[in-house]
């Protein structure tokens, strides 16, 4: 019995289910790792060739553009060629492209390699998520998905002890080439992995094929899960990146810290969160996903606003790790959740293009909160982030459907 064919079995995994975990948590840790190591070496990439401070933002802006293409397109491919087919497509886009800006001469012929492999990146965690629910148990389905989330996370701390040390050694250049490596292990990993015995089937047993973006809006309660969604996944994403971008920032000017100490009390509040994501997978498995997404909803609110009035560095520090579990807890939820509202034959599209939806309206918290930071301070900005999350609560009660155990179409 395969681990997709029964809810119950308490037969051992399969070698596939484990293999396609494992695949899937090293590509989205490969996009965490991909992006932050950008951020480091930015100042290096611009007074190597001499760009402006608007260029060396374009470089960040349209990765995530070429991300959130990529993950419309590829997540499409997936459910018609197969997950584990185009994972290693998107991995040689990745790693071509990225082996290509360690040899860039300027701004323009770098933009367009950080584009291109930015596109890579963007089918890691759709297909990745869809991959490992169809491999699973439903049992186990939020919890593995919430594995995957993590990876997320291991990339970006991976980053932040790795860059430091070896960027000063080797250059910009060198850590483009660094960028390769996580490539080369999860295109190795794949290769070993096979394509889920439900994809199989469901491909086997079509008689026609429509397009996986029409499935998305099929009748009105699709319609309205999908808007749920998008919701979700938009919410989740601006305070992420919201909260992310300027957290340093907070504490350095409001509370005078070093820019080691502020690096390490932001660590500790992205360890949280990598906790949150766990801890999410676990209990929407056990209580079920709309009770999981509420409780951390709620948390979200209280503690964003909770954060916005600490003073002390011990409160900064156990408070950014609280609230840290709940802003981006949630991500360990969307894996599940997406895959049991839609079917086989639009499931990556429905992972890749809903959730980079809600990429692009996040790529908006960071602007929406420097600019009521310095319009008012960072603590209003804070307080705002806080009061979004009411639109999650709405959107889980009156347009999520609760779907814990079931058996994907």
């Not at 800006?101 to 300027?106: D, S, Y």
């Not at 429509?210 to 989740?236: M, N």
Request: charged content about 10%; hydrophobic content about 55%; glycine content about 12%.
């Amino acid at each position: 019995m395969t681990p997709a064919s029964s809810s119950t079995s308490s037969e051992p995994l399969s070698r596939h289910a484990l293999q396609a975990l494992v695949a899937s948590v090293l590509g989205y840790a490969m996009d965490g790792f991909d992006l932050l190591i950008l951020g480091f070496m930015l100042p290096a990439i611009a007074a190597d060739l001499h760009l402006s401070s608007a260029q060396s933002g374009a470089l960040v802006t349209w990765t995530l553009a070429g991300a959130v293409a990529g993950g419309v397109v590829f997540g499409m491919l997936s459910d018609h060629f197969g997950r584990v087919r185009v994972l290693t497509w998107t991995i040689l886009v990745f790693a071509v492209f990225t082996g290509m800006c360690a040899l860039a001469q300027g701004y323009g012929d770098l933009l367009i390699y950080r584009t291109i492999a930015g596109i890579g990146l963007g089918g890691e965690f759709g297909i990745g998520m869809a991959l490992v629910a169809e491999a699973w148990p439903a049992r186990m389905r939020a919890r593995v998905s919430s594995y995957v989330g993590i990876g997320w996370q291991l990339g970006v701390l991976a980053a932040a002890l790795i860059t430091p040390m070896l960027l000063p050694v080797i250059g910009w250049r060198g850590m483009f080439a660094v960028g390769l490596l996580p490539a080369v292990v999860s295109f190795l990993v794949r290769r070993r992995v096979e394509e889920p015995a439900l994809f199989t089937q469901r491909r086997a047993t079509a008689k026609k094929r429509e397009i996986p973006l029409k499935r998305l809006f099929d009748d009105a309660r699709t319609a309205r899960a999908s808007l749920g969604v998008i919701i979700l996944c938009s919410v989740q994403n601006f305070g992420y990146y919201g909260l992310m971008i300027w957290l340093p920032t907070y504490l350095s000017k409001t509370f005078g810290y070093s820019l080691t100490k502020s690096g390490l009390w932001t660590a500790v509040t992205v360890l949280g969160m990598a906790f949150g994501i766990w801890l999410f997978g676990l209990a929407a498995d056990r209580f079920g996903r709309k009770p999981a997404f509420l409780v951390y909803q709620i948390g979200a609110v209280a503690m964003v606003f909770v954060y916005s009035n600490l003073t002390s560095p011990a409160a900064l520090l156990i408070g950014g790790a609280v609230m840290g579990v709940f802003v981006n807890g949630m991500l360990g939820g969307y894996g599940a959740l997406i895959s049991e509202i839609y079917p086989t034959e639009a499931r990556a599209t429905a992972q890749n293009v809903l959730f980079n939806i809600g990429r692009a309206v996040g790529g908006l918290g960071p602007v929406a909160v420097g600019a009521l930071a310095a319009r008012y301070s960072f603590s209003v900005a804070l307080a705002f982030l806080a009061s979004i999350y009411l639109l999650d609560v709405i959107a889980t009660l009156f347009l999520i459907p609760e779907k814990r155990g079931a058996e994907l179409d």
